[in-house]
């Protein structure tokens, strides 16, 4: 089981403190992705704190990934990232952001396979890693990645994450298992699946539909239930007040570290309300109740509201 890359959300802090709550659930994460931006190299590599070997002690082992599509930066980062004692490093082809997808980059590369062919063409003989890429079903059509498996197929990659929805989707309507189904026998690599396993029940029906894929990556799922990993692991759906105690353990100790290492109380207060939004729905209290702690205005009365609430 693999934790998926959520900029803002899965860096290493969330990954120490999660690791120490639950450890070992996940095989391993794959970090948030790191840009690559033609002829400029030291700015991506300003970004890459989050995945230093020391910066990683105690978190779950870690794939960097990077976004972009220029080879020389792509090699350049890739084995500097091998020279710290990376063996595997993530394409992501399936950001969908606009302002990213407009530039080939992400998911807005789906589209153009004779330009992935010459990215993973020059790269690949070139890079000291591994490539395994994380990828949507296409732009705006499932007829792209059709189209794109058969150059994928060609390169020795570790493996293939697929989110089975459109860049253009966002995050909207549902993952196509349709288009899923039909893709994965096409696949010559390992597949991983990802999309959309909040629940236990979730994980049951997809890996027993598709039971030659190779992994399942969780994103947000382990955001409105710390829990489900180990429910998944273990095999055993978790009471409300099984999921509440390890819950609220772990909304403390992120909140005390969040408190330790942000620098400013804007930016702390920020940071507990994005994780406040989506790791209230694994305690047992209403919508209502949860949005009171976004209407607080400091940090000490967000803290209370949260204390009070997890207690
Ligand atoms: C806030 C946020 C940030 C994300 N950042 C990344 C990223 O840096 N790299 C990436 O490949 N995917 C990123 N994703 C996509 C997730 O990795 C994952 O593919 C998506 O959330 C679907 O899986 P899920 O339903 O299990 O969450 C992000 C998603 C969210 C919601």
Redesign the pocket.
Same mark, same amino acid.
């Given at each position: 089981m693999i934790l998926?890359?959520?900029?803002?959300?899965t860096e290493v802090l969330f990954r120490r403190v999660y690791n120490h709550h639950f450890p070992s659930v996940f095989d391993y994460a794959v970090a948030?992705?790191v840009s690559l931006t033609h002829g400029n190299l030291a700015d991506a590599t300003k970004k890459i704190d989050d995945i230093l070997p020391e910066t990683n002690v105690g978190s779950i082992p870690v794939i960097p990934?990077i976004l972009g599509k220029e080879p020389d930066e792509f090699i350049a980062l890739g084995n500097r990232l091998a020279d710290l004692g990376y063996t595997e490093l993530n394409w992501?082809l399936?950001?969908p952001m606009r302002k990213v997808a407009a530039k080939h980059r992400g998911s807005g590369i789906l589209p153009y396979p004779d330009e992935v062919r010459h990215i993973l063409d020059t790269v690949i003989p070139q890079i000291k890693t591994d490539i395994s890429v994380?990828m949507r079903i296409g732009l705006t059509s499932r007829d792209e990645i059709f189209r794109l498996v058969p150059v994928l197929n060609d390169y020795p990659l570790k493996n293939v994450t697929i989110?089975p929805r459109l860049g253009r989707q966002q995050?909207t309507g549902h993952p196509d298992l349709e288009t899923f189904a039909n893709v994965l026998p096409l696949i010559k690599h390992p597949v991983i699946y990802? *999309?959309?396993?909040c629940t236990l029940e979730d994980y049951n029906t997809l890996t027993r539909r598709f039971n030659d894929i190779a992994d399942v990556m969780? *994103?947000?799922?382990v955001l409105y239930d710390p829990t489900l990993p180990l429910q998944i692991k273990s095999g055993k759906k978790f009471s409300p007040e099984e999921k509440k105690l390890s819950t609220a353990l772990f909304i403390a100790d992120l909140i005390k570290n969040i408190n330790s290492e942000l620098p400013t109380d804007e930016a702390k207060l920020r940071k507990i309300k994005e994780y406040w939004c989506l790791l209230s729905r694994s305690l047992p209290i209403t919508e209502q109740q949860a949005r009171t702690v976004l209407h607080a205005s400091t940090l000490p009365q967000t803290q209370q509201l949260i204390l009070d609430f997890i207690q």
């Open positions: 998926a890359p959520m900029q803002g959300l948030p992705f990934q992501n399936g950001c994380k989110h995050y990802n *999309g959309d396993i969780i *994103g947000r799922g």
